[in-house]
């Protein structure tokens, strides 16, 4: 094990500093003339109008929260899964039995109409 | 071994044996050969990236009836070569209010989470990085660290519209995490194993495309969803956000992330190759040398590319509120109804011959197949039915809008 | 000093130092992302402990769901993205004292326990702590009602997101 996640470890080191180089690189090779006009914001090519931020919709706070409760299910299925082939076939009932319980609340967020755009 | 059979081992012990005969300690020597895995691992993925470049531009020109790049090389191999080139030579321009730190870190953390991929998947039965026995979730992790260099590339930037493609895009990969999750089920309970190494060598008499082909049709769309692209690509609707979340990246960071995202599809391809191909399995062609069955895998690897790719360049993109129910509505219950009627048949057909195993499965999903297209048919009928009901009759040549002047 | 013992310490300052800087620093957006790095550190802290599954469920739910849920509430609820709070509240004094005595309390705690500085025991080969975990969660001796409640603890935790996102809404 110890070499396996020392592995990923040194992996995620390596990992991060490969892309840099390029960028190093370019900061080498590119030009760099910055002035006003370059460096402002970006909106379809004319002056911005308002603050730089938006009205955040609710409905993505939502589907957030619906998916944080579907997220721990899924991986709370993932030892269950693992050992469905050894053990006997009530186990499978088991994690169908999860599984409805969750279902129910999904049909349930459904019916509130929590899964619509608004 | 010897280094025909096991390149890799055999060339780790003879180095080792070279570094510790210099006097390094022996934990250090394995450092170090750790070390020079990982970047030629990674030199290798980064080298495909620049090849995937080339064979999308030529496959997307195919697609729409045109030639693509045939200048620079034999058939234009070398474009992309050109493309960094340029890439290199842009300048680099950074919006005045944008939060430098996190700004420069964001397209570094979205290839790092690619190339993070590349750890454990297996080329050939002697060729992975590390054998993790909980791969398959770390394919979910590796995710949610993309998921997060776009929230930092979207805020960052000090723009409405970079922000505005950046919740819209993470809102769509999580939802979509959800059926992928559920389906990535079903390899780990047909195998009984988390790791992808155990998957590959689980599949001995079937695929697990034929004992669950509704998994790894999820799977596929999902994985289109999560990639952020065609049809899903609300990122980069070009006539509606203006790039999205990588609007104000220029030069070689948008690179990155231009990369990252092939690199992506590609590494995807490959998860599907192996969940549900066999990987580097085939009919024993595999045990011929690590090369035979790299190849194979690559091969395979390239197919799931090229299906991914079909579908971007022939589906129009899907507007976010019918993509989100399509996810919540469909996908999720269908992802469950697959778990359940897998995990139930395989219990009941578990002693039996192969043959009956496979077809029992296969026949499985085909009922719940079946049983989805007759529930979508009635609904449709039913929707019909009630909106006729609930809307007049239209005269010849009328519109609705002309009926209630 | 062992390896294992280098690295722990470097997990323990980055956790240590990004938890401060969670608190300290002025942005919310800023302080979201240094809860990142603290849950990072914490998710190495699995690995080295070899709960790989734990690690890599650290990574997927708590970063990846976790965190995005903080940065998504912290955009709805702030006008100005960019807001600065002042640093220090006014009896901040009280609070670091308050702090101090409970950091003394939990130091002596875990310093009289009888075995805290051995080195841990090695896992015996061929033990795979995933399988281990998923046989306890089935089998109805170990752990298979905590299991199934759960699902219901999640189902509530649906509901009541459901009931107020409606509220919100109506």
Request: net charge positive; with cysteine.
């Amino acid at each position: 094990m110890q070499n396996g996640w020392l592995y990923i470890g040194l992996f995620l080191i390596v990992g991060i500093i490969v892309p840099i180089l390029p960028l190093l690189f370019s900061r080498l090779v590119a030009p760099r003339k910055p002035n006003s006009i370059k460096q402002s914001t970006y909106e379809c090519g004319i002056k911005t109008v308002g603050d730089s931020w938006v009205q955040f919709k609710a409905p993505y706070y939502v589907f957030a929260l619906v998916f944080l409760v579907f997220d721990v299910e899924a991986v709370l299925l993932f030892p269950w899964a693992l050992m469905l082939k050894r053990l006997p076939l009530f186990v499978a009932l088991e994690g169908i039995l999860f599984i409805l319980i969750l279902v129910a609340g999904l049909v349930y967020a459904w019916r509130k109409g929590m899964l619509e755009w608004l | 071994m010897n280094l025909l059979n096991d390149p890799i081992h055999f060339i780790a012990q003879w180095l080792q044996g070279l570094l510790t005969g210099w006097g390094l300690s022996l934990v250090l020597a394995k450092v170090i050969l750790a070390l020079i895995s990982i970047t030629v691992t990674i030199l290798f993925a980064m080298a495909l990236a620049i090849f995937l470049v080339w064979v999308e531009r030529k496959v997307v020109a195919r697609f729409q009836d045109r030639i693509g790049p045939n200048r620079i090389g034999p058939y234009g191999l070398f474009q992309p070569l050109a493309d960094i080139i340029k890439l290199i030579g842009k300048e680099d321009i950074t919006p005045a209010l944008a939060d430098k730190f996190v700004y420069n870190l964001a397209p570094v953390l979205a290839l790092a989470s690619v190339i993070l991929l590349w750890a454990i998947l297996p080329l050939a039965p002697n060729i992975y990085g590390v054998d993790l026995n909980v791969a398959v979730l770390y394919l979910v992790a590796a995710g949610a660290l993309g998921t997060l260099s776009i929230i930092m590339a979207g805020w960052a930037s000090n723009n409405k519209y970079a922000l505005l493609g950046a919740f819209r895009t993470v809102a769509n990969m999580i939802s979509y995490e959800i059926p992928m999750v559920l389906v990535l089920l079903i390899p780990t309970l047909l195998a009984g194993t988390m790791s992808v190494k155990g998957i590959t060598e689980a599949q001995s008499p079937t695929w697990f495309f034929f004992l669950s082909p509704l998994g790894a049709l999820i799977f596929l769309i999902s994985a289109v969803a999560e990639l952020g692209r065609s049809p899903f690509d609300l990122s980069e609707a070009e006539s509606e956000i203006v790039a999205g979340f990588h609007i104000e990246y220029t030069g070689m960071k948008f690179g990155l992330f231009y990369a990252g995202e092939l690199l992506h599809a590609f590494t995807f391809g490959g998860f599907t190759a192996v969940l549900f191909f066999g990987g580097y399995r085939f009919f024993g062609l595999e045990n011929l040398g690590p090369l035979v069955a790299a190849a194979i895998f690559l091969v395979k690897a390239m197919f799931g590319y090229w299906i991914i790719m079909w579908i971007k360049y022939t589906m129009p993109r899907i507007r976010i509120d019918h993509m989100l129910a399509f996810n919540w509505k469909f996908l999720t219950p269908l992802a469950l109804t697959v778990l359940m009627v897998t995990a139930v048949m395989e219990k009941l057909l578990a002693g039996t011959s192969p043959w009956i195993y496979s077809l029992g499965l296969f026949l499985a999903n085909l009922a719940i197949a079946l049983a989805t297209i007759e529930i979508l048919h009635a609904f449709g009928k039913w929707q019909r039915k009630t909106e006729a009901s609930t809307k007049p009759a239209l005269q010849a040549g009328q519109y609705y809008e002309e009926q209630n002047p | 000093m062992t390896p294992v013992q280098i690295v722990f310490i470097l997990c323990a300052v980055l956790i240590l130092g990004s938890a401060l800087m969670v608190v300290s620093t002025r942005k919310l957006i800023h302080a979201a992302l240094w809860l990142i790095v603290t849950l990072f550190g914490v998710a190495i802290l699995y690995a080295i402990l070899e709960a790989g599954f734990l690690a890599v469920v650290q990574v997927a739910v708590y970063i990846g769901a976790i965190a995005i849920l903080f940065i998504f509430a912290v955009m709805l609820t702030r006008r100005e993205l960019r807001d600065k709070s002042p640093q220090l509240r006014k009896n901040w004094g009280a609070a670091a004292l308050l702090g101090l005595l409970a950091f003394a309390g939990l130091a002596f705690l875990v310093t009289s326990q009888p075995g805290v500085g051995r080195t841990a025991a090695a896992m015996p080969d061929g033990l795979d702590t995933v399988q281990a975990l998923g046989k306890s969660l089935v089998s109805p001796q170990a752990y298979l009602l905590p299991f199934e409640v759960v699902s219901v603890l999640l189902l509530a935790a649906l509901i009541g997101a459901v009931y107020i996102a409606f509220t919100r809404k109506s």
